[in-house]
């Protein structure tokens, strides 16, 4: 009796096995290229491989435009220089780099990012959330959001991302992509409370 149940039991798993090998069969190759899948899947306007490419252009671009916080400083003082902030406009609000434009980086496309930025010789300077305390996490289960009744605004207006997803690669990969090489990003993590940096509220302005 012993042995039947054990044959059955090996018996059920071979067959769970062998139908789910065959579905994933079925699957891949769905979206093999030439298929009517991948044919109806096809998207002429969305392109992967190509950002890949580009994001890799970006990076080797990108290794020698990372500045300091004396030369950020220096940099956004100078004639022919935009201080670009692309996070939300409500954390702009909040709290941002005085001098900085907002461009939320939903916004950067086709149509709005060569009316915001015209010139695409003009020197940009970039930072983001990680640019300022909290440090990054490496998980998104480490992201902890700041939920105090009276959260400091700093903490707020700079919420941290995932280090791989941090804005500033988004934003260098985006406007690189775009055409504007002449971008700078800040490079190290920094206290607001601390940075010699300037940073001002919208509502300071009212």
Avoid: W
């Avoid at 409500?90 to 001098?99: E, P, S, T």
């Avoid at 990969?173 to 002449?182: D, H, I, P, S, V």
């Amino acid at each position: 009796m012993k042995a039947i149940l054990l044959a059955t039991v090996f018996g059920l798993g071979y067959l769970a096995a062998h139908f789910s090998s065959a579905s994933m069969a079925v699957d891949l190759k769905a979206t093999v290229p030439g298929t009517d899948r991948e044919a109806k899947l096809a998207n002429p306007a969305i392109d992967m491989p190509g950002y890949i490419k580009v994001a890799q252009e970006a990076e080797v671009h990108r290794r020698t435009r990372r500045v300091t916080e004396e030369e950020f400083i220096k940099m956004s003082g100078e004639k022919d220089t935009i201080i670009l902030d692309a996070r939300s406009k409500q954390m702009y609000d909040l709290l941002h780099v005085k001098g900085a434009i907002n461009l939320n980086f939903s916004d950067i496309d086709a149509v709005t990012l060569p009316k915001t930025l015209p010139d695409k010789n003009v020197r940009i300077l970039i930072y983001c959330n990680n640019n300022f305390t909290p440090a990054a996490p490496e998980r998104a289960d480490q992201v902890q959001p700041v939920r105090a009744k009276k959260p400091d605004v700093a903490a707020r207006a700079f919420q941290p991302k995932m280090r791989t997803a941090s804005l500033n690669v988004s934003t260098y990969t985006a406007l690189y992509n775009y055409g504007y090489k002449n971008v700078y990003e800040l490079a190290p993590l920094l206290d607001v409370n601390t940075s010699k940096i300037v940073f001002e509220s919208n509502s300071d302005k009212k």
